[in-house]
């Protein structure tokens, strides 16, 4: 009895480890945007690739933002990954104190195309206002 | 003929094989990796290399696996939501090996192996159907218009290149542009009637893709099973250079296969993904 299940175990353990990973990255894709291309699920080429999604602040360039600050990259490339509330809120709460500016707006546009009509345009994922009073 | 009797005598082992190759690959993987979170990783590695080279043979433990498996789950706590989709397949496939070294039933690390690839490949076509963007041929039109996919072939139709060219000119300059304004552009088709064909590339890639999910489910040691994976391979390595995803699923081919000479092309399709990720062509 305790062969066989060490058997089955050795067997179907990994196997399953796997399913699981996959169903905690269709958790994390379906509740927190996590982007498919990441996080153990195979979703590689099923959807345009989340670089070639845009981070948009009015009044600010991005690139220049991100110059030689290795924080606002890692926090922006986070935000690209996964463009929920919570990485939104992290990173205009990191903008303002950056930038000292008194509020900010940030939206996330993701490409869309269309192959009957041949059109290639943006759509809005999420935004964030923020006011410095509400740090 | 004494060199193909030479081959023929190696690939016999094909376990053996399959398991010098994916270290191989898991060395050169590690290697890529080690730039990050490098304070960390440099006495994990001068440790692990320490007793693999002095106490390899008095170990009855596979050191150089266990410490290259130690620095994936390093990496994978810290880089969780970052690491690509391989990394997760190379852990999976190296842990069965670690396992096999104790309890050494090749039953067992056939079915580990041959399982992880249904789920993937299966977990690819679910992921697929799921995606509208996918199953419309948007992707596929988009990526073929851009020159992303089938690049390479692309440089001999010097008319489509220069389209891809100026679609990508066109969705830079857009980017350049305000999103709130709704401006959008119009692509010019790299061939004519691409719509339709990447709509039916769409069905054909999950068709395909289904089929060798459930032939590997079926029959893993089958011959038509193992041609129809390496149509899949080949095929994926022609759309694109994604070479070390590719490398891992001809590694887990070389597991399953029966077939000597099927063997030994898989081994060559991991071998060329090697050249290729070390020269950096490839994707790693």
Not at chain 2, 1 to 20: C, F, G, N, P, R
Not at chain 2, 61 to 90: E, K, Q
Not at chain 2, 98 to 105: E, N, S, V
Not at chain 2, 167 to 176: D, E, F, G, H
Request: with cysteine.
């Amino acid at each position: 009895m305790y062969a066989k299940t060490k058997e089955l175990l050795l067997k179907y353990g990994i196997p399953s480890l796997a399913i699981i990973v996959v169903v905690v990255q269709l958790f994390f894709v379906n509740t927190q945007k996590l982007n498919k291309w990441k996080g153990g699920g195979y979703g590689m080429y099923t959807g345009i690739h989340y670089f070639y999604d845009q981070i948009y602040i009015p009044g600010l360039s991005v690139d220049s933002l991100m110059e030689d600050n290795i924080k606002m990259k890692t926090i922006l490339s986070r935000l690209k990954l996964m463009p929920n509330d919570i990485n939104l809120e992290k990173a205009a709460k990191f903008v303002i104190k950056t930038t000292r500016k008194d509020s900010i707006h940030i939206q996330i546009w993701k490409p869309i195309v269309n192959s009957k009509k041949g059109t290639f345009s943006r759509v809005l994922v999420n935004e964030v206002h923020l006011k410095k009073s509400q740090l | 003929m004494k060199y193909w009797s030479e081959i023929k005598y190696k690939l016999t082992d094909h376990i053996t094989v399959a398991m010098q190759l994916l270290l191989l690959m898991l060395g050169i993987y590690i290697f890529i990796m080690a730039e990050k979170e490098r304070f960390w990783k440099i006495p994990m590695l001068f440790i692990g290399l320490m007793v693999w080279f002095f106490l390899q043979k008095k170990s009855k433990h596979p050191i150089i696996w266990i410490a290259f498996f130690a620095l994936l789950v390093f990496d994978l706590y810290h880089f969780y939501f970052r690491v690509a989709n391989h990394h997760f397949m190379l852990m999976f496939m190296v842990l069965p090996v670690i396992f096999y070294m104790y309890h050494q039933k090749r039953s067992i690390l056939l079915k580990n192996i041959q399982m992880l690839l249904v789920i993937v490949i299966l977990t690819s076509v679910v992921q697929k159907l799921l995606s509208s963007q996918f199953m419309s041929g948007d992707f596929y039109y988009y990526m073929m218009n851009k020159g992303s996919i089938f690049g390479t072939f692309l440089n001999f139709f010097p008319d489509s290149l220069e389209v891809a060219q100026s679609n990508r000119a066109s969705m830079l300059a857009l980017y350049a542009l305000d999103p709130n304004e709704g401006e959008h552009i119009v692509l010019n088709n790299v061939f004519p009637y691409l719509g339709q064909i990447s709509f039916l590339f769409a069905w054909a890639t999950v068709a395909v893709e289904f089929l060798v999910a459930i032939a590997i489910l079926w029959k893993p040691r089958h011959i038509v099973t193992h041609l129809l994976f390496l149509t899949m391979i080949l095929g994926i390595l022609c759309t694109r250079l994604e070479t070390g995803f590719m490398a891992l699923l001809a590694i887990c081919g070389i597991f399953l296969c029966h077939n000597i000479k099927l063997r030994l092309l898989y081994v060559m399709i991991v071998m060329g993904c090697i050249a290729l990720v070390v020269t950096k062509l490839g994707y790693h």
